[in-house]
């Protein structure tokens, strides 16, 4: 069993050598690099922005090496984050970055990329809609299935949630927060470099049945985002990214159908929540309960 989790909590402090250091140091087996904070402005991005410079490639061998001095892998990255579909019903192929991305994936030696859907931020009030935006993604990352193949990086395609909060009660369910719409979008993509990362805290404020897509998912579950939340909570925002357990995810219930679906993959938690308010020295305590918390939970159930 390897244990991971994102490395964002750090890098928005430290420089990527101090960040594998520290991670390695703490317990972890495995990086989830945010790749997003180095790609321009995002969520939770960095000041600087070497993936958009020229030099692009040697940065990313230079990560590369960090890695590799630390004696800890960088198991996954995740790809920029919030690529919205325009409303006015062009189509927009995928900006250079998400290219640069999959090969800086393959320089690093990251066998997994995961990506968000590409959103639709406004309201979706009818069945056809959600159609054209599920005929909308299938076009958008069929033009990176050939780069990720050529590279050998795996795609991994993320659950949503209805994060700007525009569904009203009686309208249809938001774009890519099933299991059913996932399977679509994937199957939609006719390759085996695409797969499935679940994001527990997106299934949860999307009132879904999270055991029940890990078992949806089934072999082609590849990635894990294993965070906890309190579901739709307005209106604060409900993604908050707590600790395993602190919240109302039933994790016991998630590992023993990860465990079910013979899940070979990393044991990844994305969580952050309010990391940013605390010292050096609390924040490593914190990532350290967190990696020993995971493999406690994957030991009664069996799985360590």
């Known amino acids: 069993m390897r244990v991971g989790a994102t490395s964002v909590v750090y890098t928005l402090r430290y420089g990527e050598e101090e960040v594998m250091r520290r991670m390695a140091n703490i317990g972890y087996d495995s990086v989830d690099f945010n790749l ?36 800890i892998a960088i198991g996954q990255a995740h790809a920029p984050q919030f690529c919205m579909m325009p409303q006015d019903g062009s189509y ?48 958008w990352f069929s033009h990176l299935v050939p780069v990720a193949e050529k590279f050998g990086v795996k795609m991994a395609l993320e659950n949503s949630f209805d994060f700007p909060k525009c569904q009203l009660p009686g309208d249809p369910r938001y774009n890519f927060t099933t299991a059913e719409d996932m399977i679509t979008l994937v199957d939609g993509l006719n390759s085996d470099i695409c797969c499935f990362c679940l ?24 990635v894990l985002h294993l965070n906890d939340n309190y579901g739709m909570i307005g209106p604060i925002y409900s993604d908050i990214h707590t600790l395993l357990g602190f919240a109302r995810v039933e994790f016991p219930e998630v590992l023993k159908a990860l465990r079910e679906v013979n899940y070979k993959g990393i044991y990844n938690m994305e969580i952050r929540a309010s990391m940013d308010k605390m010292s050096d020295d609390v924040l490593d305590l914190t990532m350290k309960y967190a990696a020993d918390a995971m493999r406690l939970y994957a030991k009664e159930q069996g799985i360590l």
């Open 36 to 71: 997003y904070s180095f790609c321009g402005k995002d969520h939770h991005s960095k000041d600087y922005f070497p993936m958009a410079e020229d030099n692009w490639r040697d940065w990313a061998a230079e990560v590369k090496e960090h890695a590799k001095h630390a004696g």
């Open 92 to 139: 927009r192929e995928p900006e250079e970055i998400f290219y640069r991305c999959i090969e800086a994936c393959a320089i690093m030696g990251v066998p997994h990329l995961v990506f968000h859907p590409i959103f639709f931020r406004a309201r979706i009030k009818s069945e056809e809609l959600l159609e054209e935006i599920m005929k909308y993604n299938i076009w």
């Open 199 to 222: 994001d527990t805290g997106h299934a949860n404020i999307s009132a879904q049945d999270v055991p029940g897509m890990v078992r949806a998912f089934g072999s082609r579950l590849e």
